[in-house]
């Protein structure tokens, strides 16, 4: 059973680059999602999808955030002209269907210099 | 508002002592659904339990039990003669509407 996986597991980049993640959930999931974890606390949710369409994104989620699900498989979350506070982890979950237990990623570590 | 509060940041019990760890949420839906998630030091979440808003009964898993209440919207999670094993950062979460939304999570450790 392959799990939920992410790519890269680290990413290094300076303050005012873009950066992309990928993420390929289960796949019989036809639900993913985005968290963003900062250090001691819990993950704090960004976006889910149900296949391709894009159902809701948190009223938190910055305009210089985008994520994509082009044909309801893997995604891409887009972080563009990043800042220090989006230093952070960002994990992938998917599920099968609504309400499911959510299968999480090794997530993607974002350092901002 | 949604939220759920996790009100003990850490806790520390020695292997074999029983532990409970507290969860109160807070929704105006009428159908959510609860979950547990353990998160090890390895640092990926891992699913333990979810209730729906409508089966108040208390579950047992092995030396893992949760306790429901809707009357005092908790959904408490204790962990019987704690092994060095369990130490790990536990998250209580909440899925209403079409948001979810985790606690802070409270950190066990099990000292052998």
């Known amino acids: 059973d392959t799990g939920v996986s992410q790519d890269p597991r680290h990413k290094i980049t300076k303050r005012g680059q873009n950066v992309t993640f990928r993420c390929d959930p289960i796949?019989?999931?036809?639900?993913l999602y985005w968290y963003r974890q900062t250090l001691g606390q819990g993950p704090e949710f960004l976006t889910y999808?149900?296949?391709?369409?894009?159902?809701?994104k948190s009223r938190l989620l910055s305009d210089r955030f985008s994520a994509e699900r082009p044909k309801g498989s893997f995604s891409t979350l887009e972080i563009q002209r990043t800042e220090q506070g989006d230093s952070a982890m960002y994990l992938c979950a998917s599920s099968r269907t609504i309400n499911q237990p959510q299968h999480f990623g090794d997530g993607t570590r974002l350092s901002i210099l | 508002a949604q939220k759920v509060t996790q009100a003990q940041t850490e806790i520390s019990v020695v292997e074999k002592e029983d532990v409970t760890l507290d969860c109160v949420y807070e929704?105006?839906?009428?159908?959510?659904?609860l979950f547990w998630y353990k998160q090890p030091p390895s640092g990926e979440l891992v699913f333990l339990i979810r209730?729906?808003?409508?089966?108040?009964q208390n579950e047992i898993s092995g030396r893992y039990s949760w306790n429901f209440q809707k009357s005092t919207s908790s959904f408490n999670f204790t962990i019987t003669a704690s092994q060095v094993v369990d130490s790990a950062v536990y998250f209580c979460a909440l899925s209403s509407g079409n948001q979810f939304y985790f606690g802070t999570g409270t950190s066990l450790t099990v000292i052998p």
């Open positions: 796949s019989e999931h036809n639900r």
């Open positions: 209730r729906n808003s409508f089966d108040e």
């Open positions: 999808f149900q296949n391709e369409a894009q159902l809701e």
């Open positions: 929704t105006r839906d009428t159908t959510y659904y």
